[in-house]
């Protein structure tokens, strides 16, 4: 497993939960965090087999 | 602003044409293969998600949840993020046993067909309503851009075409084997289109209604309800739920399932798809406020799943009307498409071949893509009449509601069937069938009561309250589903289907196969298949795994009866094709764990859990890997064998020693290698009392090799966890050692002493033989110093020539005798001219008058030199002319001649006689080897030769034909070619520095 996999993967539930139940300041902020948590998981995917998580 | 029929009907025209142009050209062959087999193919025909929701529903469900509306969104792309928790591991199942639908994975998994059967039943009833939504959004948004058009006509042509579409694009082979290119790429140019569309109508509202960003934030801060409304709805609504049940949908809807397993032949798109496909679907979702904000920027209110197009309408944008038109109806034809494709596929597995047998014989293919033909017709009508229920557009919203919370009754199956191997049919039965009753009670019922407009419908309010059934109807599942599973038992079946789905937790049970010959496989299928489908399938499966038809391994048996259970699950279902592979094809239980096939099969198992073990199990993996390089990469051939007698290991070296490839080898009885190591093996194994063999002559492609074998036998071990002991039953190691270049350089010591030996005998001899000759030279010279007579000189010199003849036999004897080389001895070199001492050998030779008369011709070319000693040349021809002479007959044409090459000059001795035995070439230069008739000859002449040239620098080599079996191969006679390095006079160099000529 990439030492990268494990952290990256908590980030994307992190920011899933933030995004999901946390208020925000403008109406396009929501799909901003979306579009990190989308280049969160290439990056996972790109580091290491998605069958090591 | 209001067009044309016409106009609307042209657009959707060109739109179908282009559609179905873009699936033509496929099936054609005229896309190249690049773009065919790029992940971003599979990931825009993964698009099909954004159906007539996205374009339509989404203004609605945004309206009243604000945010909300993106629980679609979260979800889908959800599963996808999280894929390596769902979607690939059910990817390599379907992939592996060929299901091509959900009903096949549980019916697969559950070995019920029940669970196949209700699957499909509750799939159909998820499909049909879905099917009408995406008809009627058709329907209605071609009547707002056309106001004088009829919906139902509308409705109606959309379903003709579909079906038109489905059939001409949607059965390509009745197998499911080959992929359906087609359909895969005019369903990712219309994701493609969808995208666009909804990005450029997105940008309209932004750039169109409300002049940029600044302007759209403006209107906000006045409008405060439309952003505080998102946030409120996002947080306290049951978004949650929805999201679950969207997540589900991403792998339980039909076609969305479809798309993603059996129409990737890739595992690794998958991969791309994981981040790619949220990605699409994040920039889909981004236009919906935009677009709702600048409807009710323009005072409008009603109508909101419509939104999209009342706004454009009103901004009055024609074109783009066309376009949003365009992307609804493309949005709702591929949808409609797969889902009838695929509930077919799923009624005719689980539904159909259930209740009518198929017939036997060459009608099968026909008869099975009829009956699939017919199913999506009778879908796709039953879509239509679907619509017409609903056709007034009031339950738009309920209408998708009802389709994904069904949906939702099937989480807990997928996760029992990847994570919960305890799991089994009853269970998921139950839940899934209580589960479906409160949908029906709490969903269905009254959603029916409404749209056909009962006088007393069954929900008071008027409205269902979808996350009540979703949660009710999920909760009744979750909770039977375990209860039932925790206190009934599984049965063997479906235990082994668990292993085969989940991580393993106990040795699996072995069995090996009745059928022993491919002849048994075709024999045994013909009863239900007919003769003809029999051979077909099974020559496919062969194919499939690069086996011969003659294969008779049970190993490779057992593989071949998997590969033919995966390609007829396609064919037939995986209900029916598991029934028919184990009523014909049975399997008994293995007497022991140990045997060959088992062995490897248990290998592959592990080998298929490759980068998807942690702990334990990982450091288990590496330790086996480990041993099995080592046992692979050893320098001696290692070859164990079962209790059978069956070959379970042949290393790299074994194959290499032996010419004979593991993977042809492996699973083989001994008896079964072809010759000669047959023999050698077998008769080592068999013996019970001998443990080594050494130095045993094997002759190998026609040459001697020697071998070393050990053996030794590998006794029972037992292997115990929680799921019980497994026990290895005995067998034996074999290895194979290559000694037959240590038996060749001992023999070539041993030739060497012998040779030592015969010169120090040699030394003797012509120590003894000098006296007497010296003693006779010294008599001839004075017999040529004192006679008058000129022919007494004539005599007198002869003799003294041929006393030096042999004073030089003498020499060369001693010379014989001492080991070293030229260098070490050096004797008088000088320039030879071949051609000079030739014809003096041929002088000095007929002067034998007693021996047989033959021709003899001096071809050497005048003017050849080598670096030499006259006298030990002059020997070394009167040698070779010899043994040419005794080989030939009266009158026999013997040859000496010259040829130059290179840095080399050759003399060639060449004879018609009898030949040597080409057995015997390689003996004919040891000191004392005749093949004469005793006193006829000493056997050194030859090997005088060998020393005298390879201690000038030069080698010897015989040519030499005979009669083999009476047959003659190439010309009779023998050619003796002695090569030395080519010397130029000039160049010629005494040690002192002194030029000799």
Redesign the interface.
């Given at each position: 497993m990439s030492r990268l996999t494990l952290p990256i993967f908590i980030l994307i539930i992190v920011l899933s939960a933030l995004q999901a139940f946390a208020p925000f300041d403008h109406w396009y902020s929501p799909f901003g965090a979306a579009l990190l948590v989308i280049v969160l998981t290439a990056l996972l995917q790109k580091s290491g087999s998605p069958d090591e998580f | 602003m209001s067009f044309d029929p016409v106009v609307v009907l042209l657009a959707a025209g060109c739109y179908l044409l282009l559609f179905f142009g873009v699936a033509w050209l496929t099936e054609q062959g005229r896309m190249p293969a690049r773009l065919l087999q790029h992940p971003g193919l599979y990931v825009l025909s993964l698009g099909i998600i954004v159906s007539t929701w996205s374009f339509y529903t989404a203004y609605l469900s945004a309206s009243s949840r604000g945010?909300g509306y993106?629980a679609y969104y979260?979800g889908f792309?959800?599963a996808f993020?999280l894929?390596?928790?769902l979607l690939?591991p059910l990817l390599r199942i379907t992939q592996r046993f060929q299901l091509a639908s959900l009903a096949d994975l549980f019916a697969f998994r559950f070995r019920s067909p029940w669970a196949g059967t209700l699957t499909t039943i509750v799939l159909l009833l998820c499909a049909l309503p879905l099917q009408a939504l995406q008809t009627l959004t058709v329907a209605t948004s071609a009547q707002l851009l056309a106001p004088a058009l009829d919906p139902q006509l509308v409705a109606f042509m959309f379903t003709l075409v579909i079906v038109v579409f489905a059939l001409r694009f949607g059965t390509p082979d009745v197998t499911g084997r080959e992929p359906n290119s087609s359909l895969v790429v005019s369903l990712a140019f219309e994701g493609l289109l969808k995208l666009f569309i909804l990005l450029i109508t997105g940008g309209f509202a932004l750039y169109g209604v409300f002049n940029g960003f600044d302007s759209l934030d403006n209107w906000?801060a006045v409008q405060p309800p439309a952003?505080d409304h998102?946030?409120i709805a996002?947080?306290v609504d049951s978004?949650?739920l929805r999201i679950l049940m969207f997540f589900t949908a991403a792998i339980a809807m039909p076609h969305v399932f479809h798309m993603i397993f059996p129409e990737n032949r890739n595992p690794r798109n998958l991969?791309?798809a994981?981040?790619?496909l949220?990605?699409y679907l994040?920039f889909a979702?981004?236009p919906v406020?935009p677009i709702l904000w600048a409807y009710y920027s323009q005072g409008q209110s009603g109508n909101l799943q419509y939104a999209p197009l009342l706004m454009i309408k009103a901004a009055n944008a024609p074109l783009l009307s066309l376009l949003y038109f365009v992307g609804g109806l493309a949005a709702a034809c591929g949808l409609t498409i797969v889902l009838s494709l695929s509930v077919a596929n799923m009624c005719m597995n689980h539904l159909l071949l259930r209740t009518i047998k198929p017939p036997a014989g060459t009608g099968l293919y026909a008869w099975l893509m009829l009956r699939r033909r017919l199913l999506i017709t009778g879908l796709l009508i039953c879509g239509y009449l679907s619509y017409l229920l609903i056709a007034d557009g009031r339950w738009l919203q309920d209408t998708a509601y009802i389709s994904f919370s069904a949906c939702l009754q099937f989480l807990p199956g997928l996760l029992a069937l990847l994570y919960w191997p305890p799991a089994n049919s009853k269970g998921f039965l139950s839940g899934l069938a209580g589960g479906f009753l409160v949908w029906f009670l709490l969903g269905l019922l009254p959603y029916l009561s409404l749209t056909a407009d009962l006088p007393y419908p069954l929900t008071a309010a008027n409205d269902i309250d979808w996350d009540v059934v979703a949660g009710g109807s999920l909760l009744a599942n979750l909770c039977l589903l375990l209860i039932v599973s925790a206190f009934t038992k599984a049965t063997e079946e479906e235990r082994k289907a668990a292993r085969l789905c989940a991580p393993d937790t106990g040795p699996a049970v072995r069995h090996v196969l009745r059928a022993r010959s491919i002849t048994d496989f075709i024999s045994s299928l013909s009863a239900p298949m007919g003769a003809d489908a029999a051979g077909r399938e099974v020559a496919q499966a062969l194919r499939d795994l690069h086996l011969h038809s003659d294969e008779k391994r049970p190993y490779q048996l057992l593989q071949l009866r998997n590969q033919l259970e995966a390609n007829l699950s396609a064919l037939l279902g995986p209900t029916l094709s598991h029934e028919l592979v184990e009523h014909y094809l049975p399997l008994v239980p293995a007497t022991s764990a140990s045997a060959a096939g088992v062995l490897n099969l248990l290998e592959q198992g592990v080998e298929s859990w490759q980068?998807?073990l942690s702990g334990v199990a990982l450091d288990l993996d590496l330790l086996r890997r480990h041993h099995r390089q080592v046992l692979q990469n050893l320098p001696l051939g290692v070859c164990e064998l079962d209790d059978k007698g069956r070959v379970a290991l042949w290393n790299a070296a074994m194959s290499k020693l032996t010419g004979l490839p593991g993977e042809q080898i492996i699973g083989q009885l001994l008896s079964a290698l072809p010759r000669p190591w047959q023999q050698l093996l077998q008769d080592f194994a068999n013996d019970p009392h001998v443990t080594r063999l050494a130095r045993q002559p094997l002759a190998v492609e026609g040459k001697p090799r020697w071998f070393e074998l050990h053996k030794a036998l590998l006794t029972p071990t037992t292997a115990t966890n929680r799921a019980g002991k497994t026990t290895t039953s005995p067998g034996q190691v074999i290895l194979l050692e290559d000694q037959t270049e240590t038996m060749l350089m001992e023999k070539e010591l041993a030739h060497a002493d012998r040779l030592n030996s015969i010169g120090r005998l040699a030394a003797g001899v012509a120590h003894e033989i000098g006296n007497p000759v010296t003693g006779i030279a010294c008599l001839a010279q004075n017999l040529r110093d004192e006679s008058v007579d000129p022919e007494l000189q004539a005599v007198a010199e002869k003799m003294l020539a041929q006393t030096r003849r042999i004073a030089g036999i003498t020499d060369a004897l001693l010379r014989f005798s001492h080991a070293g080389t030229l260098q070490e001895k050096p004797t008088r070199l000088e320039a030879v001219e071949l051609h000079k001492v030739a014809a003096e050998a041929i002088s000095l030779f007929i002067l034998e008058h007693d021996a047989v008369p033959i021709v003899l011709t001096n071809g050497c070319q005048p003017g050849l030199f080598i670096k030499a000693d006259y006298q030990q040349i002059l020997q070394v021809l009167l040698n070779l002319l010899g043994n040419a002479r005794d080989a030939s007959v009266a009158g026999g044409r013997v040859t000496i001649s010259t040829h130059g090459e290179n840095d080399l000059t050759s003399l060639h001795v060449s004879d018609e006689g009898c030949g040597i035995p080409a057995s015997l070439i390689p003996r004919v230069f040891e000191p004392f080897f005749t093949t004469k008739d005793p006193g006829k000859g000493t056997g050194l002449g030859l090997a005088l030769v060998y020393r005298l040239v390879t201690d000038l620098g030069g080698h010897v080599q015989i040519h030499s034909h005979t009669m083999d079996s009476g047959v003659m191969v190439g010309k009779k006679g023998t050619r003796v070619i002695v090569t030395f390095p080519c010397y130029d006079p000039g160049t010629l160099v005494t040690e002192s520095g002194r030029q000799v000529l």
């Open positions: - | 945010m993106n979260i792309a959800g993020i894929s390596p928790l690939q906000l952003v998102l946030e996002f947080s978004t949650t991969q791309t994981s981040w790619a949220p990605l994040l979702s981004v406020l980068g998807n």
